[in-house]
């Protein structure tokens, strides 16, 4: 199984004179991402944050949802927690996707749209100070060979207006009787 977290460049954010809360808010993210999004004279420049994306349920919308769930959205539930109408007219989606948006897009770097590939090997290079993604992303950092081994925090999913908030997702696999 995973669930969601925010990955960061310890040695990046050190030397910044940054610092990660362990349950950061959105607006804690915000912050770190702008102060992080460097643009140097020369190559690799260092981008703030990397979020996926692109469209569809694994390329954006596990992400995005999260940080829409703590806003106070959802898609399609009604109050009694019935599925009912479109709630992307709502204002905690609106304000949920605009800043969902601004931080792809004003401190995600020079080369969106980005999947979950795309943002690990821009994590692993140095091109990006923050990644808030999958769980599973952290055996990748730290397994032996990794530019990043042992360079790299974890913090609580962001957070706005609940206690916490994070994807739980389990794969399973069947196994026939015969095998």
Same mark, same amino acid.
């Given at each position: #199984?995973? *669930? /969601? ?7 990046? @954010?050190?030397d910044? +004179?940054? !610092? ?30 990397c979020?996926?994306?692109?469209? #569809?349920? *694994? /390329? ?7 940080m @829409?769930?703590?806003? +106070?959205? !959802? ?31 004003q ?9 979950f ?10 091109e ?9 992303a ?32 389990v794969?399973?696999f ?6």
């Amino acid at each position: #199984g995973e *669930s /969601s977290f925010l990955m960061y460049r310890k040695d990046l @954010l050190d030397d910044a +004179g940054q !610092t990660m809360p362990d349950n950061p808010t959105w607006e804690d993210v915000k912050k770190i991402a702008k102060e992080m999004d460097v643009d140097g004279d020369m190559p690799p420049r260092t981008a703030g944050i990397c979020l996926r994306d692109m469209p #569809g349920w *694994s /390329s954006m919308g596990a992400t995005f949802t999260t940080m @829409l769930n703590t806003y +106070g959205g !959802t898609w399609w539930l009604d109050a009694d927690g019935k599925i009912g109408e479109s709630q992307v007219m709502e204002p905690e989606f609106k304000a949920a996707l605009s800043d969902y948006t601004d931080l792809a897009i004003q401190w995600g770097g020079e080369n969106p749209p980005a999947n979950f590939l795309q943002c690990l090997e821009a994590y692993k290079n140095g091109e990006v100070a923050l990644w808030y993604d999958s769980t599973a992303a952290a055996g990748l950092l730290e397994e032996e060979g990794s530019p990043v081994k042992g360079k790299n925090g974890y913090a609580q999913a962001p957070v706005k207006d609940t206690p916490s908030s994070a994807w739980i997702w389990v794969w399973g696999f069947g196994i026939p009787t015969g095998s």
